[in-house]
């Protein structure tokens, strides 16, 4: 009898005491790949028969299984399993690592297993619980599908079970045999005519039928197979003749293919599912509807017959419609399914409202090249051993293939735009007299950059490279990037991590004698270009997307460029950089607050009051309740505290109305870097913007403090704490003397420390982190790589502005603000 295992999956054995699990075990796999419940208990307890230890036998056991489900190695689990809570924890482990659950029950009569259990000493257990497995196993042996496992082999009696043979087969995107060589085509969205001529420019001979219509294509190479990335369908003028060319070379074996979010959408139409009829699918089922009735069957079938991803050539390459992380690489769930098909999203979307994607290349670390399509992009970059081969060939862009392993790229145009794209594609465009150069940024680079020098790690040069290419403006307009900030070192003070106290002393060790200390806005951190003209004008995030879009970032600028005016005038320049906040918090942020804080304090305010009055009807009866009740009143307390803060920072918004910003530096203006004014003078100028125009610039209010005087330092963190109290996030403690301070050495020191709020942090560190045993570990928290990162990304910050105003290409000023860029992926803890 032929048991067909796959070869990567978690097979679970079933059966009795006394039935052969252990020797079927033993029989039929390695003993590394068996984790047998006896072991496990004998490990945690010296006892393999101490049924007390159990559950944390399966604790290490499950445990150990998952790390070889982790490592792609096949796992069997020789325990009675006869309960159904029991399996649930295996189908638990199986679906986490994304792998089948298998099943293999071993029935053999009662009385047998009861005559091979008499035989052994360490079995001293009655016939009675013989009795009550064996019922336990008639029981499970019709919930076994029900509970996830996706093959069960049921072996009745001792013949059968000593027939048995393991036949391991291979998950269906396991091709690691086909070793290509690979033509691999990007999203083709129906435009036939320019996929057959990008198979033509690639060696393949089409095939026609009588119709002259394309229906196979041949390569004189032997070996050479065509791989498409999906979205085969959709937008484009012939989405049936792309399907027909396709299917035709998959059935005669010239070509596999993969689902593209748009064949899978097709397939739920065909089935009768209700679907949204957008993004190009009326278009197809218009073209479709011309075609014999038997074409759309197969189509149909088709679909759904693809497989999610394909490992190829020995593990080293995969393809994936939308890319897939290494942990999916070869493995079947539909969580790997999602992924292959959609990507993953932020769960943001951007000024055309669509999906901003999750860069998960960035992230890519694995060997194995992904190739992948799903979301335009102007130009194919390898990052992190990855590429799209989606060039928007739909959208007036060009249908690009990869041939593998040679890695070459070989692309033809677009014959015209055929469906005008939501999100415009960007032509590349090569700039003359120093201009922007691909080259400039990846890979690899080491830059001295005059305030010291730093290393840029290829990986981040990608993955900055990802966020610039896709989602931020124009890089010639990028001219600077704020630099993160580290708080000030966590206090002694009891009942704080911040204080004042602390912001003061480190500042002081660092040389500063003076210090400006400002409100610190709770909002979005925005620089704004503008310009006498407007041209060129934008507003921009700290990792250098647009803020809102068109539709609202104009009209803000305009206001912008009105109040500015007469300094333009003043300053004798035709543009400025301004650093600010966009205030409120939620402008940018409602689906953070939503999904990341709202949820916790609804939920803690929900139960809390109901558990609080219970125990208060168990103390009126005379119950010990009131450490308990203690404890949870606190906890309400705390989450009163927790929702309070992150609700201080949501306000109404719509369109401009609501929405403020707070500038508090003026960085530069033509041929100009103000970075060595001191802050009496950036603030100053941004008074005059708040009394211009009140309604859209927030004052920042401030202190200056002189750092010898300890009455001034008391008076600062008396405002300090009546801001706070008020519902402020805290301050930022900067030297008086400008952006550029350094210390006696002539090393740039921090430009500033921040000094957030007792309540605030709550936001960070959660509800309870004021309780003295969180706080003493949260004093402990390593602020050293969140300092010396800021400094770096101030200095390059700084390179930028100097490099700027001294009329440098472009070039030189993109390749600090690109490293900025690229720092911001070098891992730190978010809450610093």
């Known amino acids: 009898?032929?048991?067909?295992?796959?070869?990567?999956?978690?097979?679970?054995?079933?059966?009795?005491?006394?039935?052969?699990?252990?020797t079927f075990a033993r029989t039929h796999f390695k003993p590394t790949q068996v984790l047998s419940?006896?072991?496990?208990?004998?490990?945690?307890?010296?006892?393999?028969?101490?049924?007390?230890?159990?559950?944390?036998?399966?604790d290490v056991l499950h445990y150990v299984a998952g790390k070889r489900l982790a490592a792609g190695r096949l796992t069997v689990v020789d325990a009675t399993s006869l309960q159904a809570h029991a399996r649930a924890g295996l189908v638990k482990v199986a679906r986490e690592h994304d792998v089948l659950p298998v099943a293999i029950v071993l029935d053999v009569p009662e009385s047998l297993a009861w005559g091979r259990t008499q035989d052994r000493e360490d079995r001293t257990f009655g016939r009675q619980v013989l009795t009550r497995m064996n019922r336990d196993l008639r029981r499970s042996l019709g919930q076994l599908a029900k509970e996830g496992f996706r093959k069960i082999h049921v072996l009745r009696g001792p013949e059968e079970i000593a027939a048995a043979e393991i036949r391991y087969e291979k998950l269906f995107n396991d091709l690691r045999t086909e070793h290509g060589p690979f033509d691999i085509v990007g999203d083709v969205h129906g435009c036939r005519a320019e996929l057959e001529v990008l198979l033509g420019k690639l060696g393949w001979d089409l095939v026609r039928d009588e119709q002259g219509r394309p229906v196979d294509a041949v390569h004189p190479e032997e070996g050479r197979k065509a791989v498409f990335v999906g979205d085969l369908v959709d937008r484009g003028p012939d989405s049936p003749g792309v399907l027909r060319l396709v299917m035709g070379m998959v059935a005669a074996g010239h070509a596999i293919c993969v689902p593209g979010n748009h064949e899978q959408k097709l397939a739920r139409k065909l089935n009768g599912r209700n679907v949204q009829l957008t993004h190009g699918l009326p278009e197809t089922l218009e073209q479709l509807a011309a075609e014999p009735d038997e074409f759309v069957g197969e189509v149909r079938t088709f679909i759904e017959g693809l497989v999610s991803h394909y490992v190829l050539d020995d593990g080293k390459l995969v393809v994936a419609h939308a890319g897939l992380k290494e942990a999916y690489h070869g493995r079947a769930s539909g969580r790997v399914r999602s992924f292959a098909l959609y990507g993953e999203t932020t769960g943001e979307t951007d000024e055309y409202g669509l999906p901003v994607r999750y860069p998960w290349a960035k992230d890519y670390r694995g060997s194995a090249a992904v190739v992948y399509g799903h979301v335009p992009t102007p130009a194919p970059e390898w990052i992190n051993n990855t590429i799209c081969l989606d060039t928007g060939c739909v959208f007036g862009g060009a249908l690009t293939a990869l041939r593998w392993p040679s890695r070459e790229l070989v692309a033809v145009p677009a014959a015209k735009e055929y469906y005008a794209p939501v999100r415009p594609l960007i032509a590349v465009a090569t700039k003359p007299d120093g201009g922007l150069d691909i080259a400039d940024v990846t890979g690899r680079r080491h830059l001295?950059?005059?305030?010291?020098?730093?290393?840029?790690?290829?990986?981040?040069?990608?993955?900055?490279?990802?966020?610039?290419?896709?989602?931020?403006?124009?890089?010639?307009?990028?001219?600077?990037?704020?630099?993160?900030?580290?708080?000030?070192?966590?206090?002694?003070?009891?009942?704080?991590?911040?204080?004042p106290a602390s912001a003061f002393a480190d500042l002081r060790a660092a040389g500063v004698g003076r210090v400006v200390c400002e409100e610190k806005h709770m909002g979005s951190r925005a620089v704004v270009r503008i310009s006498v003209s407007g041209a060129g004008d934008a507003i921009w995030t700290r990792t250098g997307r647009p803020f809102f879009g068109p539709e609202l970032d104009e009209p803000?600028?305009?206001?912008?460029?009105?109040?500015?005016?007469?300094?333009?005038?003043?300053?004798?320049?035709?543009w400025l950089l301004l650093d600010a906040e966009l205030l409120p918090w939620s402008a940018k942020a409602g689906s953070l607050i939503r999904d990341h804080y709202a949820g916790v304090g609804a939920a803690g305010r929900n139960a809390l009051p109901a558990a609080l009055a219970l125990l208060d009807q168990a103390g009126g009866r005379g119950l010990d309740v009131g450490a308990l009740r203690d404890r949870l009143e606190l906890r309400s307390a705390e989450i009163d505290g927790y929702s309070a803060a992150y609700r201080a920072y949501v306000k109404p918004t719509d369109g401009l109305t609501g929405i403020t910003l707070a500038p508090?530096?003026?960085?530069?203006?033509?041929?100009?870097?103000?970075?060595?004014?001191?802050h009496d003078w950036h603030l100053a100028l941004a008074d005059r913007l708040v009394a211009a125009d009140p309604e859209l610039f927030t004052p920042t209010r401030r202190m200056i403090v002189d750092?010898?005087?300890?009455?001034?330092?008391?008076?600062?963190?008396?405002?300090?704490?009546?801001?706070?109290?008020?519902?402020?996030?805290?301050?930022?403690?900067?030297?008086?003397?400008?952006?550029?301070?350094?210390?006696?050495?002539?090393?740039?020191?921090?430009?500033?420390?921040?000094?957030?709020?007792?309540?605030?942090?709550?936001?960070?560190?959660?509800?309870?982190?004021?309780?003295?045993?969180?706080?003493?570990?949260?004093?402990?928290?390593?602020?050293?790589?969140?300092r010396s990162l800021a400094l770096r990304e101030h200095g390059l910050g700084l390179a930028a502005l100097d490099r700027l105003a001294e009329g440098a290409p472009p070039w030189r000023v993109h390749e600090m603000v690109f490293a900025i860029l690229a720092a911001e992926s070098e891992p730190v803890d978010p809450r610093l």
């Open 556 to 574: 803000l600028l305009a206001r912008v460029r009105a109040a500015a005016a007469p300094i333009l005038t003043e300053l004798g320049t035709d």
């Open 448 to 499: 001295d950059y005059g305030y010291g020098r730093t290393t840029v790690p290829a990986e981040n040069a990608a993955a900055a490279l990802e966020v610039m290419g896709r989602f931020a403006v124009d890089p010639e307009t990028l001219v600077w990037l704020p630099p993160t900030m580290a708080p000030c070192t966590s206090s002694t003070v009891d009942g704080y991590l911040e204080h």
């Open 707 to 786: 750092l010898s005087d300890p009455a001034a330092e008391a008076a600062a963190t008396d405002w300090w704490l009546a801001l706070t109290a008020a519902g402020g996030e805290g301050m930022v403690v900067k030297p008086w003397i400008g952006l550029a301070a350094a210390d006696d050495r002539g090393r740039l020191i921090q430009p500033g420390v921040k000094c957030r709020g007792r309540e605030y942090l709550r936001i960070i560190y959660g509800p309870e982190y004021t309780r003295p045993e969180q706080l003493a570990r949260l004093r402990g928290r390593n602020l050293g790589r969140k």
């Open 37 to 58: 419940s006896d072991f496990f208990r004998g490990l945690v307890a010296d006892d393999e028969n101490d049924q007390s230890a159990s559950g944390d036998a399966f």
């Open 1 to 22: 009898m032929i048991l067909d295992v796959p070869e990567l999956s978690l097979v679970t054995l079933v059966g009795i005491s006394g039935s052969g699990k252990s």
């Open 664 to 678: 508090f530096a003026v960085l530069a203006g033509a041929g100009v870097s103000y970075a060595k004014k001191d």
